[in-house]
């Protein structure tokens, strides 16, 4: 009897006990066999073997190669490694490969508005990738196409970013046509450091006249920004119709000839530049006129004095010896006169103080005075009456002049007698 048996025979009657569903088990299957393993690994029919040998049972092996696998997590986040790995080298196999199927080619075209009639320069164009039908007239880019067009006129319209061909221009015009008159422009290039050539947009500026001190000239000025025509190294060769070719003679006549260049560059506002250059060279100019005014003021004030209505001149030759340090321009001074040592019978005189003076156009020991006559007498004889120059000596700011006169001749005083009585007892 079996496990399944017994179990049957014990429900309670009435009661009906049913069996798990499951495979069908055959005869065979419901017997033990011998060998077959048992729910603790051990063989029916067969001794149980030893641990060692459980652990190296195929159960065992599939148990440890179970804890060995990696968890769900981890193999998510290495999908998403090995997808955005597959994806960057997707980008950069497109980047690599792109320009193999770009099927655009680099052509000439204009880089700025280009109106009817304008002389057109190098820098006038540019490059740009396009998808073109080879039978679009066009002009390949290289590094030297933009030259073919250097000094041509355009002859229609040239919008900016259009395609750029050798029929949209010709060649300059060498002369006059019609009513046409020829006009040359003289051209300064000083301010030009990096030169400039044909067609090159610039500043025309007057270059105006310095200032001095019988005109006080005029400052440099922007004239008119131009783009040079016919352009021969220091001039412009125009052609124009009578109404324009008389102003600009009457502008060349203005500036005294000639018009002063200066290059805009690329990009630049001509109305912005013009300001910035005028507001400078006004400054200047101004400083200038300035400058020569203050300058002729003051040598006005120390031009030399003139003799007025009545006045005559005299130099008067002044010793200075009584003052090693000497004496100048505007210090007051005792005039002395040198008086004279005795000599034979002649008692001489002593030195004496004999007026005060400031000295005024006075250098190198002269001063030139300017004196009504009987003045101008008085010294023009005065070196003849005292028998020699007169002397002065300076007058320290705040002293007394009477008193410094007074102990000044009782000195002299003294040693002229001292030399009167040395002088008797020697005869």
Do not use: C
């Not at 997707?90 to 009639?117: C, N, P, W």
């Not at 990009?267 to 020569?292: C, F, H, K, N, Y």
């Not at 004279?340 to 250098?363: F, H, K, M, S």
Request: glycine fraction near 8%.
């Amino acid at each position: 009897m079996t496990e399944a048996d017994v179990h049957d025979e014990a429900a309670p009657a009435g009661r009906v006990r049913f069996r798990r569903r499951g495979k069908a088990r055959s005869p065979e299957a419901s017997a033990p066999e011998t060998g077959a393993p048992e729910a603790d690994g051990s063989v029916s029919g067969q001794p149980a073997e030893p641990d060692a040998a459980r652990e190296s049972s195929p159960r065992a092996a599939r148990a440890k190669k179970t804890r060995r696998q990696m968890s769900a997590g981890v193999k998510r986040f290495l999908l998403i490694v090995a997808g955005l790995l597959v994806l960057v080298a997707s980008v950069l196999g497109f980047y690599m490969t792109s320009d193999a199927f770009d099927e655009r080619v680099l052509v000439l075209v204009a880089a700025r508005d280009i109106g009817d009639g304008d002389t057109v320069s190098a820098a006038d164009f540019g490059s740009a990738p396009v998808l073109l039908d080879p039978s679009v007239p066009h002009v390949p880019w290289t590094e030297s196409a933009p030259f073919f067009f250097e000094g041509m006129v355009a002859v229609q319209p040239i919008p900016a970013g259009s395609l750029a061909f050798f029929e949209m221009v010709r060649e300059p015009e060498s002369g006059a046509e019609g009513s046409e008159l020829e006009v040359i422009i003289p051209l300064d290039l000083v301010m030009a450091t990096q030169g400039v050539s044909d067609g090159e947009e610039v500043l025309l500026v007057d270059p105006g006249q310095p200032a001095s001190e019988v005109d006080p000239g005029r400052p440099r000025q922007v004239v008119r920004s131009f783009r040079l025509t016919n352009f021969e190294g220091s001039q412009m060769r125009l052609f124009l119709p009578p109404e324009p070719w008389a102003e600009w003679e009457a502008l060349l006549e203005a500036v005294g000839g000639t018009l002063m260049v200066v290059p805009l560059g690329d990009g630049g506002d001509p109305d912005e530049m013009t300001q910035r250059l005028d507001a400078v060279w006004q400054a200047q100019w101004s400083a200038d006129v300035e400058a020569i005014a203050q300058a002729a003021s003051e040598a006005e004030a120390e031009a030399e004095e003139v003799a007025g209505p009545g006045e005559l001149e005299v130099i008067v030759s002044l010793d200075t010896s009584l003052v090693p340090s000497g004496v100048y321009e505007g210090d007051l001074v005792l005039v002395i006169d040198p008086g004279a040592e005795p000599l034979g019978n002649d008692p001489g005189r002593p030195r004496r103080v004999i007026d005060t003076l400031r000295l005024e156009n006075y250098a190198a020991g002269q001063m030139r005075m300017f004196l009504p006559p009987e003045e101008w007498q008085h010294w023009r004889s005065l070196p003849d009456e005292l028998g020699g120059t007169p002397m002065v000596l300076p007058v320290p700011a705040g002293s007394d002049i009477d008193d410094m006169s007074a102990r000044l001749e009782a000195a002299w005083q003294a040693a002229w007698q001292q030399s009167v009585t040395e002088a008797g007892t020697a005869q």
